[in-house]
C-alpha cells in the first residue's frame, strides 16, 4: 500500500487550499483515513479522520473550517482547508489504518505554509 500526497503551498491567511491523497493497494475495511500535521517542534496532531462507515471528526482547531472525504473506493482523500491561518502552517500526511490487517500506512508530506 503506497499514499501520496499532493496540493500544498503557500497561501496568504484567509485563503484556501485542497490536499489530495492517492492510495494505490487494498485497504481492507474497517479502517479509518487520516490526515495528520506536524508544525517546527511541534508534535504531529490529529487534523480530520473518516471511517470506513463514513463518520468524520475533525481536531478542536480546525472545525468548521476543514472538511475530509474520500471517494467510494477508498482511492483518493481529500483535505478541503478553508479560512487558513498563520498557525496552520505545517507538514501533512495523509495516513491509512487498515483495522483488519492492523496496519497503518503513511503518505509523504506535504507543506503548508500560510502567510499572515
Known amino acids: 500500500v503506497q499514499l501520496q500526497a499532493s496540493g500544498g503551498g503557500l497561501v496568504q491567511a484567509g485563503g484556501t487550499l485542497r490536499l489530495s491523497c492517492a492510495v494505490s493497494?487494498?485497504?481492507?475495511?474497517?479502517?479509518?483515513m487520516a490526515w495528520y500535521r506536524q508544525a517546527p517542534g511541534k508534535q504531529r496532531e490529529l487534523v480530520a479522520r473518516?471511517?470506513?462507515?463514513?463518520?468524520?471528526t475533525y481536531g478542536d482547531s480546525v472545525k468548521g473550517r476543514f472538511d475530509m472525504s474520500k471517494d467510494k473506493a477508498e482511492r483518493t482523500m481529500i483535505l478541503q482547508m478553508n479560512s487558513l491561518k498563520p498557525e496552520d502552517t505545517a507538514v501533512y500526511y495523509c495516513?491509512?489504518?487498515?483495522?483488519?490487517?492492523?496496519?497503518?500506512?503513511w503518505g509523504q508530506g506535504a507543506q503548508v505554509t500560510v502567510s499572515s
Open positions: 493497494g487494498n485497504i481492507f475495511s474497517p479502517n479509518v
Open positions: 495516513a491509512a489504518h487498515d483495522l483488519k490487517a492492523m496496519r497503518l500506512y
Open positions: 473518516i471511517f470506513s462507515e463514513g463518520n468524520t
